[in-house]
């Protein structure tokens, strides 16, 4: 069973940064698939980035490219957040795809993800 925990968030400026983090603990992360996924208030959850098994591929929609960068190591997967803005308020989830070694051209859906992390806070406001 895999718990995933996020952590990172916070209160930050409008054009500051952050990075999350997404750390496993009862088993490794090596063998899936990260995604981050954030929902605010009345929104839908939405996905922002993902990141292949093995690293070597990761997707971003289009609210993420440019600002956010996704990465792992073997400890965690990582979420930089730069340039934020208001509208990236959210609570951020990471979430694990089982045994996804890319994620190009077509990133997993929703129902790929069967792990999921209780979230972190993000606010961004002056």
């Known amino acids: 069973q895999v718990h995933l925990v996020e952590s990172g968030g916070g209160l930050v400026q409008p054009g500051g940064s952050l990075r999350l983090s997404c750390a496993a603990s009862?088993?490794?992360?090596?063998?899936?698939?990260i995604g981050w996924f954030r929902q605010a208030p009345g929104k839908e959850r939405e996905e922002v980035a993902c990141?292949?098994?093995?690293?070597?591929s990761t997707h971003y929609t289009d609210s993420a490219k440019g600002r956010f960068t996704v990465s792992r190591d073997r400890n965690a997967v990582y979420l930089q957040m730069n340039s934020l803005k208001p509208e990236d308020t959210a609570v951020y989830y990471c979430a694990a795809a089982p045994g996804i070694r890319t994620v190009v051209p077509t990133p997993p859906g929703p129902g790929a993800y069967n792990h999921w992390g209780q979230g972190t806070q993000v606010t961004v406001s002056s």
């Open positions: 009862g088993s490794t992360l090596d063998y899936y698939a």
């Open positions: 990141i292949s098994s093995t690293g070597g």
